[in-house]
Every structure is written in structure tokens, then in C-alpha cells.
């Protein structure tokens, strides 16, 4: 089992969803699922660099926004999303 979250950078707004596995087709279908009422707002996303973000060639095109991969010794990218979302789950 595996957990996606997703942390809006402005308003902290965390949408999570609880997958089967952390396979890259599961999170290519979680994450436009979590994002679809927020479609208008969403013009850019970044991820980690995890093997579960290998197919997401789907996510920006469902979602009509530029997808960017966080630079992999600069954990202020990731961090915010990791500790907010580690406090409610």
C-alpha cells in the first residue's frame, strides 16, 4: 500500500489518497483524481524523482499544467509536502 499527497504551496491545501500499490500507473490516475476540482487553479506540479512518477506523461496532459521534477539535493522542494502531510496521516 502506498499514499499520495499533494501539498498546494500558497494555501497548504493537502488533497491525500490511499493506494493499492505505489506503482507509477495507480499515482497516474491518483493524482489528476485529487486535483480534478482544483483543475482551473493547478498550472504546475512537482515530484519527487520516485520511480512512481515514471508514467507521468498522463498528469499534465489531464490537467492542462507543466509538470517538473524537484532537483534531487534541494529538499526544500520536498519537504513541505513530506512534513505537512506526515501530521494528519
Known sequence: QAIVSLTERKSRLSPISKLKTKGADEVEEAVPAL??????????????????????????????????????????????SATFACGYV
Not at 43 to 61: M, V, Y
Open 35 to 80: 486535483l480534478e476540482p482544483l483543475t482551473e487553479q493547478v498550472h504546475t506540479i512537482t515530484s519527487d524523482n520516485g520511480k512512481e512518477f515514471a508514467r507521468r506523461e498522463g498528469i499534465p496532459k489531464t490537467l492542462n499544467a507543466d509538470f517538473y521534477f524537484a532537483h534531487p539535493h534541494a529538499q526544500g522542494n520536498r519537504m513541505k
